[in-house]
Antibody, heavy 126, light 108 residues
Framework: QITLKESGPTLVKPTQTLTLTCTFS??????????VGWIRQPPGKALEWLAL???????RYRPSLKSRLTITKDTSKNQVVLTMTNMDPVDTATYHC??????????????????WGKGTTVTVSS | SSELTQDPAVSVALGQTVRITCQGD??????ASWYQQKPGQAPVLVIY???NRPSGIPDRFSGSSSGNTASLTITGAQAEDEADYYC???????????FGGGTKLTVL
């Protein structure tokens, strides 16, 4: 059974750096076709994809936030860490991590997030 | 702005069929996945790939795609299907992921 759990501060001040940890079980981030993604949801708004790290350590970032985001993995600890610099009140949101699968259908490589963590709420306020 | 466009709200009578759509140029090349989110809960995957349902998702949920539009169809909508639904796929560059703006489904 795959599970993921997010942890980190619930309150950060503007300009500070946010560090979130996703601790998972039930899969290995060394397995081909596997990744972990981060997704956030501001209050009352839509889901926003933030970042993705693959089994081979390839990393992808939301283009508009690329300069502020860093995603890393520690395979031995079964953890993925997301850092976001220069936090602003507009970054107030629930942050989720998710297990991502990359599969192939007749040469069409597609992704899906089949298991999600419950999320952690982060408020940015002075 | 999102590269995937969804209608903000859709309603369906109990037991009837409803189609929720997602439009975007990248959908001509890549499959969409669909997520159901109920208030205060994490999203749940309901459809992925060509038309695949994860274990535990009722077979009244199905997916399809044509041109730049992906669709999620619920055949015989139930009260428990009332939720927000999001599509997700690769963006037009193919290098990143993107979500649609979400569709709030009301079951009357």
């Amino acid at each position: 059974q795959i599970t993921l759990k997010e942890s980190g501060p619930t309150l950060v001040k503007p300009t500070q750096t946010l560090t979130l940890t996703c601790t998972f079980s039930g899969f290995s981030l060394s397995s081909s076709g596997v990744g972990v993604g981060w997704i956030r949801q501001p209050p009352g708004k839509a889901l926003e994809w933030l970042a993705l790290i693959y089994w081979d350590d390839d990393k992808r970032y939301r283009p508009s936030l690329k300069s502020r985001l860093t995603i890393t993995k520690d395979t031995s600890k079964n953890q993925v860490v997301l850092t976001m610099t220069n936090m602003d009140p507009v970054d107030t949101a629930t942050y989720h991590c998710a297990h991502v699968r990359l599969e192939d259908y007749e040469g069409n490589y597609y992704y899906y997030m089949d298991v999600w963590g419950k999320g952690t709420t982060v408020t940015v306020s002075s | 702005s999102s590269e995937l466009t969804q209608d903000p709200a859709v309603s369906v009578a109990l037991g009837q069929t409803v189609r929720i759509t997602c439009q975007g140029d990248s959908l001509r090349s890549y499959f969409a996945s669909w997520y159901q989110q109920k208030p205060g809960q994490a999203p749940v995957l309901v459809i992925y790939g060509k038309n695949n349902r994860p274990s535990g998702i009722p077979d009244r949920f199905s997916g399809s795609s044509s041109g730049n539009t992906a669709s999620l169809t619920i055949t015989g909508a139930q009260a428990e299907d009332e939720a927000d639904y999001y599509c997700n796929s690769r963006d037009s560059s193919g290098n990143h992921l993107v979500f649609g703006g979400g569709t709030k489904l009301t079951v009357l």
